[in-house]
């Protein structure tokens, strides 16, 4: 239901913003929330860290980018290699590091996420190291072109509303339950018949995959990437949109999404503090809404009513 | 056709230098309800992890119905009829009392990621079978009305009770309850020993590991007794009761 709301939503803001400012700006948030409900669904709700998933991200717009710029494919072709590329590195990833639990798992990840940015900066000949690929085709479905602000802002956010459904109707099914089974006690998971190292490979890939689809669209968004755009801090502010959203809420995800990216454009009035008061305000939600931003405000609510 | 559901032979356990189980046999017969009894450090709960796949045993070997599980991951021990509650009760804290029970019926159901994201006619009707399950099993523990609950917001009887009915979803042949009654107020216990004569009668056969000396000896057919653990005596609540042994064990006597 909710999810008919936001369709509705998206499709007033894309027909009536015209500024091409605050559509790419929308269209960024869009992309996040791609990041982040991947994320979410692996920290949220399999409560399984992973501080490498610029990594994914990272994959997803590189593979299409060379095989578009150095081997001339069209970019549909590469859509299905680039998800299945970072399904089965995930996959391959998955099966050692998802063995380890909770700070190993952090450093394990870590570590990973900084192997790829190596290899995104050092390999240049495919990715053009640290100076970037430039040169990555725009989409165009048949005569209709997805290259204007507009059409490329509802390519995005058509997308997230198919992430927001298939999401949701995990987490409320057998494999949602498992997931959330093993958030709670890995131990009692398994003695309820769950093949807790199997669902959590999944689910690693299923997180995957989402930042793949991110990342290909943000390349033929930009239509240039550098490795900067996939290091460690990207790695970190996922995991931040995932916790300021609310962990294990996919509202959270559109939430943490967007006030990740839009904080810093309203901050700039403080100028050079910018970067203070963006600290603070997101301990001050870790302080007073450890819940994350959507199930503080919905406490809050019922706190309210309930008086 | 077996005599026996469950059946360890000669096991033998050690942590580190202790020697927690010492040459263990005993069966037990399906249908009735098995109680392991014996003081604190005697065993009881390291033989129950060497049956639900926890602990694999040094030596010896566990068959269920004849086949050897011993190895066996967990998750597949439970796929073939053996289900579990814990002494400190472990439920899915974060999710709704129905939930917990739905948990459950995992590995009774086959749908997954696909079928999730999907939604065939196979997916929902499997799932709205399996609410339906967990109703009936929320009815027969009488939890019904709080289906909806989250299960770390109820009483702790209650929490008890709701983790025998989240075992009992994944439809086993066997199952163990660790120490059912600690915690439980006299009342409780009451409850709890009529439920327990009840999942016999449903033609669940129970091995449980218990301190309530009234619960146990009032609806144990069996009781094996274990003490530093050795395998001291088996036998009919009367029998257990009666031998000096045993009273020798449990008073200190050598």
Redesign the interface.
């Known amino acids: 239901m909710k999810i008919l709301w936001l369709a509705g939503a998206v499709a007033g803001a894309g027909l009536l913003i015209s500024n091409p400012y605050h559509l790419q700006l929308l269209t960024f948030i869009g992309i996040y929330t791609l990041l982040t409900l991947g994320l979410n669904m692996l920290m949220g709700y399999a409560g399984q860290i992973s501080l490498g998933h610029a990594a994914f991200y990272g994959l997803g717009a590189y593979s299409t980018g060379i095989l578009t710029v150095h081997f001339g494919w069209s970019p549909w072709m590469t859509l299905p290699v680039s998800v299945l590329l970072t399904a089965g590195v995930a996959y391959a990833v998955a099966l050692p590091i998802l063995k380890l639990k909770g700070y190993y798992l952090g450093m394990g990840t870590l570590g990973f996420g900084i192997i790829v940015f190596i290899l995104f900066r050092e390999w240049s000949r495919f990715t053009g190291g640290d100076s970037g690929l430039v040169g990555i085709p725009p989409l165009a479905l048949g005569p209709w072109d997805l290259s204007s602000r507009t059409s490329f802002y509802f390519l995005v956010w058509g997308t997230v509303l198919v992430g927001l459904e298939v999401c949701r109707r995990v987490v409320n099914s057998r494999v949602g339950r498992a997931l959330r089974a093993i958030h709670d006690s890995e131990h009692a998971a398994s003695a309820m018949g769950i093949d807790t190292s199997r669902v959590k490979v999944h689910v690693f890939v299923l997180s995957a995959v989402f930042a793949a689809i991110a990342g290909y669209l943000y390349a033929h968004m930009v239509q240039f990437i550098s490795p900067s755009s996939f290091d460690f801090m990207t790695s970190v502010r996922m995991v931040t949109m995932v916790v300021i959203g609310g962990m294990a809420s996919i509202w959270g995800a559109l939430l943490g999404a967007s006030v990740i990216t839009l904080l810093p454009q309203w901050l700039h009035v403080f100028m050079d503090y910018e970067m203070v008061v963006y600290g603070l305000i997101l301990m001050l939600i870790m302080i007073f809404l450890p819940q994350g931003l959507v199930r503080g405000v919905v406490d809050l609510y019922e706190r309210s009513r309930a008086r | 056709m077996l005599n026996s559901i469950i059946e360890l032979e000669s096991i033998s356990k050690s942590f580190g230098g202790i020697q927690a189980l010492y040459d263990i046999s005993f069966q037990v017969k399906p249908g009735c309800i098995h109680a392991i009894i014996g003081p604190n450090g005697a065993g009881k709960t390291t033989l129950f992890n060497v049956v ?1 796949g926890m602990y694999a045993p040094d030596e010896g070997e566990v068959r269920f119905e004849g086949r050897a599980i011993q190895g066996m ?3 597949d021990i ?2 073939l009829g053996i ?2 509650t ?1 002494q400190n009760v ?6 709704s009392v129905l ?1 917990n029970v ?3 019926r ?2 009774r ?1 086959r ?3 696909w ?3 999907g ?1 065939w006619r196979r ?1 929902t009707d ?2 709205s079978d ?1 609410v339906e399950q967990a109703r009936e099993l929320l009815r027969f523990t009488g939890l019904e009305e709080l289906a909806d609950q989250k299960s770390s917001d109820l009483p702790f009887g209650w929490q008890r009770f709701l983790e025998i009915a ?1 075992a009992l979803a ?1 439809e086993p042949k066997l199952l163990l309850l660790d120490e059912p009654a600690s915690g439980l107020n006299a009342v409780e216990t009451n409850q709890l020993g009529e439920l327990l004569l009840k999942i016999r009668d449903r033609g669940v056969t129970l091995l449980l590991v218990e301190h309530d000396m009234s619960l146990t000896m009032g609806v144990s057919d069996r009781i094996l007794v274990l003490h530093q653990g050795r395998r001291l005596a088996e036998g009919t609540p009367r029998e257990i009761q009666s031998n000096d042994t045993v009273i020798g064990a449990y008073l200190g006597r050598e």
């Open positions: 639900t991951a967990i998750h439970v796929r289900a579990r814990f472990e439920l899915f804290g974060s999710m939930e739905l948990v459950g995992h590995s159901m749908s997954g990621f079928g999730a994201i939604r997916v499997e799932e399996a989240r994944s």
